[in-house]
Structures are given as C-alpha cells and as structure tokens.
C-alpha cells in the first residue's frame, strides 16, 4: 500500500469523493492529524530537514549562544544612549 497526499480544487472535490467511494476496496480515506492542527506541517517539515542538512554540511552557519546574547546585550547599549 502506498500513502499519498493530493491536492483537489474545490469545484472538483464532490466528484473526487464519488469515484474514491465508489473505489472503496481499493482506496482507503484517511485523516491526517497532523495536518488538522496545522496545515503546513509537512512543508514545515520538509524546510526543518533541509535546515538541519545545511547545518550539518556547512552551508549554513551556526551563531554560538554567548555570541546572541552579546549581539543583544550590545544593540540594547546602542538605545539607552
């Protein structure tokens, strides 16, 4: 069995629930509940994964947490003058 997501245009969406109904035994509908609570999250997903493979090849930086706060610590000096 394979699992796959579809985009369907609203004004074809009755017409694609009759031919999955009629197709019942061969196509099972599902909710994903992960796509009830937030309808981004396999695109979140997908950027968080490839976020973590830049991390890890070196195309993106990492800024240490003593050097954030500097920066922070540093511009909030910069308004109080």
Do not use: C
Request: charged share 35%; proline share 1%.
């Amino acid at each position: 069995m394979h699992t796959l997501t579809i985009k369907v245009q609203d004004d074809f969406m009755q017409d694609f629930l009759n031919f999955v109904n009629k197709k019942k035994d061969s196509i099972y509908k599902e909710k994903d509940e992960n796509l009830a609570y937030d309808p981004y999250f396999y695109e979140r997903q997908d950027e968080l994964h490839q976020l973590r493979t830049n991390i890890k090849n070196g195309t993106v930086e990492m800024v240490s947490h003593d050097d954030i706060w500097k920066n922070i610590n540093d511009h909030l000096k910069t308004l109080d003058s």
